[in-house]
Antibody
Framework: EVQLLESGGNLVQPGGSLRLSCAAS????????MSWVRQAPGKGLEWVST????????YYSDSVKGRFTVSRDDSTNTLYLHMSSLRAGDTAVYYC?????????????WGQGTLVTVSA | EIVLTQSPDFQSVTPKEKVTITCRAS??????LHWYQQKPDQSPKLLIK???QSISGVPSRFSGSGSGTDFTLTINSLEAEDAATYYC?????????FGPGTKVDIK
């Protein structure tokens, strides 16, 4: 059974940093691209970032480019999102999501999400 | 950036009724359009891929159609468990974008 378990969400002050983790199991993690998608409270879904197999390539939305860094550790089946210079607009539930196949950019499994709140 | 619009924003439907949700892209995206269902306090679930392709384990009452700029998600014979928000999602080009969602409520 595929499982994605995010952690690391917290209350952080504007300008602060945070690292989110996503522990994956139930599939060959190293064979799939992985993504982060966020959802602000009461709002819709917003793509944040995607990392390809082996971490060779990374992609970001304009709203986080230069502030967020996605990475992966295939030895521990873990996906990360390093977030810095956080703003109130980054407040959201952050989901990690597994690519449907090698790199198709849509998602067949999602984690339960972890809440990041940026507030003074 | 490709903008996706959905209509309606909200729909209140009686069980067994047919539901139709439309998604329009700001430019042609071929069939690179996918649909998700998100129930309250849950993460999204993939319903349809590439506009009309079914997903294993998804009930057959869910179907999709369309190509280019106009797409439709149809729920035949709505069931109470289908109360959710439905999102379309394009993978034609980066940045990936989602529609604003259509909330389906059960009368």
């Amino acid at each position: 059974e595929v499982q994605l378990l995010e952690s690391g969400g917290n209350l952080v002050q504007p300008g602060g940093s945070l690292r989110l983790s996503c522990a994956a199991s139930g599939f060959i993690f190293s064979s799939y691209a992985m993504s982060w998608v966020r959802q602000a409270p009461g709002k819709g879904l917003e793509w944040v970032s995607t990392i390809t197999v082996s971490g060779r390539d990374t992609y970001y939305s304009d709203s986080v480019k230069g502030r967020f860094t996605v990475s992966r550790d295939d030895s521990t089946n873990t996906l990360y999102l390093h977030m810095s210079s956080l703003r109130a607009g980054d407040t959201a539930v952050y989901y990690c999501a597994k690519d449907y196949d090698w790199l198709l950019f849509f998602f067949d499994y999602w984690g339960q999400g972890t809440l990041v709140t940026v507030s003074a | 950036e490709i903008v996706l619009t959905q209509s309606p924003d909200f729909q209140s439907v009686t069980p067994k009724e047919k539901v139709t949700i439309t998604c329009r892209a700001s430019q042609t995206i071929g069939s690179s359009l996918h649909w998700y269902q998100q129930k309250p306090d849950q993460s999204p679930k993939l319903l349809i891929k590439y506009a009309s392709q079914s997903i294993s384990g998804v009930p057959s009452r869910f179907s999709g159609s369309g190509s280019g700029t106009d797409f439709t998600l149809t729920i035949n014979s709505l069931e109470a468990e289908d109360a959710a928000t439905y999102y379309c999602h394009q993978t034609y080009s980066l940045p990936l974008t989602f529609g604003p969602g259509t909330k389906v409520d059960i009368k």
